[in-house]
């Protein structure tokens, strides 16, 4: 009897489970395997198809062109984990103070999370603009002289205005939110004993918070990373185009996918490079889960 209840418990478990299952097979699996037998082919856009083997990732490997979008990639991806993370780290500190008004701040800061990151982009290219944006209209009022720097098309100031649009995007505020969960969840015993011990504000920082919340940092950058391989198309393409304006700095794997797909439409040298960002996404994360076992710290 006991062996019938367990084997019911687990078909009953498994029953549950087939949806999932099946959104599983049928939008992640099968997509990612189609992919890789494209990759394989000279697919092109109008649908005409021949097996060409390794031939898209001998090219692949033999260009310059991506090996450039290769570099953009994971300068992109670790500078913005970097700067969201301390960015979100630095606004839960300051919403976890008992300070009045902190909703209404906490909402003001995430609201622009909540916008599409295409009107975002369109945005803030209007308020970088060279001609009439708004940043060189400020200056301009404030110097007294005539500014006109483009901001997203010189190579001294694109990455400069890139990362400083990061900070307003959903990640970021996602990020602040989860820290500002963890940080009320850090016991106050720890703090009082620093106090005792006459520790620094600093020093209780590195010493206490950090390590408390270190689950919560591995977890936003782990989605940090993913969202910065994954969603950086949706950023860059109204900033700086699909060639990654200026001379390519910023034209990271995404973009360079959507340019041979859908300009060059060589979609089967296209889905060489999604394997190509698949393997990235892939390493990223198990760099990360392997630093983890050094810097992060569980109570258990």
């Not at 084997?7 to 029953?15: E, H, I, V």
Request: net charge positive.
């Amino acid at each position: 009897m006991t062996n019938k209840r367990h084997l019911k418990n687990n078909f009953t478990a498994y029953l549950f489970l087939i949806p999932w299952f099946i959104g599983f097979i049928c939008f992640t699996l099968f997509p990612v395997l189609f992919m890789f037998g494209v990759s394989l082919t000279n697919r092109k856009l109008n649908g005409i198809s021949e097996f060409v083997g390794l031939q898209n990732y001998k090219n692949m490997f033999h260009s310059g062109i991506f090996w450039n979008s290769v570099k953009v990639t994971l300068i992109f991806t670790i500078i913005m984990v970097i700067v969201t993370t301390i960015w979100a780290v630095i606004m839960a500190l300051l919403l976890n103070r008992r300070q009045k008004l902190n909703g209404i701040f906490q909402f003001c800061y995430f609201l622009p999370s909540v916008i599409p990151t295409v009107a975002l982009a369109y945005a803030f290219r209007t308020i970088f603009g060279k001609e009439a944006g708004l940043l060189n209209t400020m200056l301009s009022a404030i110097t007294g002289k005539n500014v006109l720097v483009n901001w997203l098309y010189q190579d001294s100031t694109v990455y400069m205005a890139v990362f400083f649009i990061t900070l307003f995007t959903y990640n970021t505020g996602q990020m602040m939110l989860i820290f500002r969960s963890g940080l009320s969840d850090v016991p106050l015993e720890l703090y009082e004993a620093c106090d005792l011990d006459g520790a620094s504000a600093i020093r209780k920082f590195f010493s206490v918070t950090i390590p408390m919340i270190s689950p919560l940092v591995l977890f936003n950058a782990v989605n940090g990373c993913i969202s910065a391989l994954n969603g950086s198309f949706a950023l860059l393409y109204p900033l700086t185009g699909e060639s990654g304006d200026p001379n390519n700095m910023t034209q990271v794997l995404s973009l360079l996918i959507y340019k041979e797909a859908f300009s060059n439409m060589k979609v089967g040298y296209a889905c060489a490079l999604s394997v190509a960002l698949f393997v990235i996404a892939a390493f990223f994360g198990i760099a990360l889960f392997g630093l983890s076992k050094k810097f992060v710290y569980y109570e258990n």
